[in-house]
């Protein structure tokens, strides 16, 4: 089945430290989104990226870092500049070149990511 | 700046019963509106999607409609069983298909 894998579902991360999310999709979607999600919000687009190798800022990333170096991966790095980043962090796909706006939005399980 | 809002936040029926959720949307230049459901933990599984010159999406229970230039969409759901609580999210893509997401409503169905 096609899908989006997030690992881990799971992260403590530690004063000062950077740690990494993984994303992976095959649903040779073009298009794929970092989101984080905090109780009470809604969902806040971290960084997106519509093509390999190519990727945009969304509204909150300071702190973040991705890259995009196949079509199927887009890992988050969540920097010791992120003063806050204990949340739900969700990654989707979409299948990109305005065709998003015909068949939505896929999206994987989560991380939870804590601070300890 | 689109904005998007769902209320209630939360909201209790019984089993068996029929039931509204709404979402609203300030710009009404949309491309689409899709609605998902959040398990506690988990992430967004998608229900309906509906594109902007359509009024309707129908998934066995569910009925989703669009009323695009009043800015408002409403899901209802039909005889409402104890395994449709979760939380209800809506989301509209617009300009630059940008996805903007509403808070979400809590819905518990008491058996």
């Known amino acids: 089945d096609g899908g989006i894998t997030q690992s881990p579902k799971y992260l403590f991360r530690k004063e000062g430290q950077n740690v990494t999310l993984s994303c992976e999709q095959n649903l040779n979607h073009d298009a794929m989104y970092w989101y984080r999600q905090d109780p009470g919000q809604g969902l806040r687009l971290i960084y997106y990226s519509h093509i390999v190798n190519d990727f945009q800022k969304g509204d909150i990333a300071e702190g973040y870092s991705v890259s995009r170096e196949k079509k199927e991966s887009f890992p988050l790095t969540v920097t010791s500049a992120q003063k806050n980043p204990t949340a739900f962090y969700l990654c989707?796909?979409?299948?990109?070149?305005?065709?998003?706006?015909?068949?939505?939005?896929?999206f994987g399980s989560g991380t939870r990511l804590t601070v300890v | 700046k689109q904005e998007v809002t769902q209320i209630p936040a939360a909201l209790s029926v019984p089993e068996g019963e029929n039931l509204v959720l709404n979402c609203s949307f300030t710009?009404?230049?949309?491309?689409?509106l899709q609605w998902f459901r959040q398990d506690p933990g988990k992430g967004l599984t998608s229900l309906l999607l509906?594109?902007?010159?359509?009024r309707e999406q129908t998934s066995g229970r569910l009925n989703a409609s669009l009323d695009k230039s009043s800015g408002r969409s409403t899901l209802y759901i039909a005889a409402s069983q104890p395994g449709d609580s979760a939380t209800y999210l809506c989301a509209v893509t617009g300009g630059y298909q940008k996805v903007t997401f509403g808070t979400g409503t809590k819905l518990q169905v008491i058996p």
């Open positions: 509906i594109q902007s010159s359509q």
């Open positions: 989707a796909s979409s299948m990109g070149q305005g065709r998003s706006t015909l068949y939505g939005y896929t």
């Open positions: 710009d009404s230049a949309i491309y689409n």
